[in-house]
Structures are given as C-alpha cells and as structure tokens.
C-alpha cells in the first residue's frame, strides 16, 4: 500500500523567511497530494492542493511542487508570519479516497 | 452549516470496557473516513468507507470495528478497550476533489 514520509520533522525559522517541507510516497498510482495545516488543538484543514498532471501550484505565499517522476513533492511557504506556526501534513492518495497522511512537520516562526 | 460532527469530544475508558464514536456529516459526501492522531505519526487511517454499505479496511485497523449505517453516518467501535488506543479520533468525509473535511476530533484515554 501507499506509504507517506515527510521530513523534517521539526522546522524552526525566523519570521519572513521561507520554509520549505518535502513528502516522498511510495505508490505510482497515487494522483492527488494535498497539504493540511494543523493549528493548536484544532482539526486539520486543507491549505493547498495538486494533482497528478501540474507540475507547481500557487496561492499567495504558499506553493507546491510536484516531481512524478521521483514520487516527491514539496510545500514552500514565502515571507513567513508567526500565524504560519502549526502542525503541516503532506498526503496521497488515488483517485480520490483511501487519502494516506505523511507523519507531519511542526513549523515554528519566530518573531 | 455544520460540516463534519463527532461525539464525543472526550472519553476516559478502562481497559476492556466498550465505546462507539459516532459521526455526522451534512455535505452529502459518499466517502467517510476515520482516523486516529498520535504524536509523531501524524493521521493513519483506520477505516474507509468509498460509499453507504462499503467499508475497507485502512493502515491500523485491528481493535476496531465501523459501520456506514447511511451516507451521513459512519460509526467506530471498540469492543475492548486497550491503553495503546488511547489517542484523538478524527472522523472526516470527502468531497468528489479528494477535499477531506475532519470533525473536531475526539480525545480518547484508556486507563
């Protein structure tokens, strides 16, 4: 089955820089690779989203990326805001359900 | 407009007593998801349901039973509680994007 690995684990940065998660998956089958964000004791949401046959996608201060060919694909997120800090999850799926979460990177900003 | 309802939000179980975790959703989505929330491993999969009077099993489903009792419901019990289930539940439905909309969660401990 699909397997999600996420790194870092663990992110820290200062406040107007960037950061920058990368997620690898495992099944070639997978076609759609959203991005959720996490804040303090709330339900995850999604941020952002790309399928299979876009290679980038943009909103605002935040884009991902999506290499098919490695099975990678990244969030980056510009001009960081201590709004920003929160848990993010990559994810994969095929088709559209069976949705598999990488194991989440915690964002720190400081201001 | 109330998206995704769990309940409850907290329970505390002693080992081997029993709890169902229901769940609600009001987007007329035909798959609904549960999915259990660990420190450092961020969201995996219990189980599935693709549509009403389906479900599949996901990454960690033994302890676990569900049912899809109709397209807005999708219920999740433990017959016998054990202290390594102790956790936050999500329950969570998607749209036909691959969107999942989560509950708020319920926080779970088994003593």
């Known amino acids: 089955g699909e397997n999600v690995e996420q790194h870092p684990s663990t992110l820290s940065v200062q406040e107007g820089d960037s950061a920058v998660i990368k997620c690898t998956y495992s099944?070639?089958?997978?076609?759609?690779f959203p991005w959720y964000k996490q804040e303090l004791g709330k339900r995850p949401q999604l941020i952002i989203d790309i399928r299979s046959n876009v290679g980038e996608k943009k909103d605002q201060r935040i884009a991902v990326t999506l290499n098919k060919t490695a099975k990678h694909f990244s969030l980056h997120i510009t001009e960081t805001q201590p709004e920003d800090s929160a848990v993010y999850f990559c994810?994969?799926?095929?088709?559209?359900?069976?949705?598999?979460f990488g194991a989440g990177t915690r964002l720190f900003v400081k201001a | 407009n109330a998206g995704v309802t769990q309940t409850p939000k907290f329970q505390v179980l002693k080992t081997g007593q029993s709890m169902t975790l229901q769940c609600a959703q009001d987007m007329n989505h035909n798959s609904m998801y549960w999915y259990r929330q660990d420190p450092g491993m961020g969201l995996r999969l219990i189980y599935y349901?693709?549509?009403?009077?389906?479900?599949d099993k996901g990454e960690v489903p033994n302890g676990y039973n569900v049912s899809r009792l109709n397209k807005r419901e999708f219920s999740l019990r433990l017959e016998s509680a054990a202290p390594s289930q102790t956790s936050v539940y999500f329950c969570?439905?998607?749209?036909?994007?691959?969107?999942?909309?989560f509950g708020e969660g319920s926080r779970l401990t088994v003593l």
């Open positions: 099944d070639s089958a997978s076609n759609y």
């Open positions: 349901s693709a549509s009403e009077g389906t479900t």
């Open positions: 994810a994969a799926s095929t088709g559209g359900f069976k949705t598999i």
């Open positions: 969570g439905s998607e749209r036909e994007s691959g969107e999942l909309f």
